[in-house]
């Protein structure tokens, strides 16, 4: 994993590995996939948990 600042609600490894196959893969045929997934997760999960804004997101996680 990218060295990041970790927060509480972000996903321990033993959690990731119970999901990441659930995560659909990339669509051929169009641009390659840029995002590491697990960070797009954890800022789903930190919106959600924590309660906040889409526009307060955390600057560590992807647009």
Request: charged share 25%; glycine share 6%.
């Amino acid at each position: 994993m990218k060295n990041y600042k970790q927060y509480p609600t972000d996903l321990t490894d033993e959690q990731w590995n119970y999901i990441k196959e659930l995560i659909p893969a990339a669509k051929q045929g169009g641009r390659p996939r840029t995002l590491d997934m697990r960070m797009v997760v954890n800022a789903i999960l930190y919106v959600v948990v924590g309660g906040i804004q889409w526009r307060m997101l955390a600057k560590e996680y992807p647009n």
